[in-house]
């Protein structure tokens, strides 16, 4: 899988998670795409971010079972579309967004098809409707002025919030997009998932 951080994709892997500890999935990969089976997992890992070589940061990867949410031929730059995320309950929702550049955890042949939950990690502001296409960034956040880097994994660059906005994981397979994790845990959760 060559979009994502090695850590990362370890992570998503279960090479050395706690899936692997368990026993309880597998996975499939090549550089594109990789297929997974049913099942949650969650650890945590280091990750670097992009554009901060000497950098690293904590993260929860979580992975659930893969649902499509929507395809490369229909995304256009800088217009982004919205999809829910791992499941349909309070602030489950999420951008596709295809940045015109480059970018961290990047999907398609410019690597620049990224996917983040809508809600500010500082204290749950919504943050639809704020994409910024001359920064590649949501905010800002409309309580407290947050803004996230949708270049380096949702990493804030101004504002009240000190932890990064969650990524959903992506992967491809053919022209369909594929969520198929959560990489940071989404506000107000404590698991990622409702309930
Ligand atoms: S809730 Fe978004 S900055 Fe405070």
Redesign the pocket.
Known sequence: MKDLDPKIAAAVNGENGEAAKAGTRKCLMNRRQFLLTSGLTTTVVMVGIPGMPEAETPAVVSTYPRKLIGKLSELKTDEPLSFEYPDEGQYAESILVKLGTKAGGGIGAEEDVVAFNYT??????P?QGTYKAADKALG???????TFDLTRHGIFIA???YQSLPQVLLEVDGDDIYAVGMFGLIYGRYDNLQG
């Open positions: 500010c990690t500082h204290q749950g502001g943050l800002p956040c409309p309580l407290h002025l947050t504002g009240q919030a």
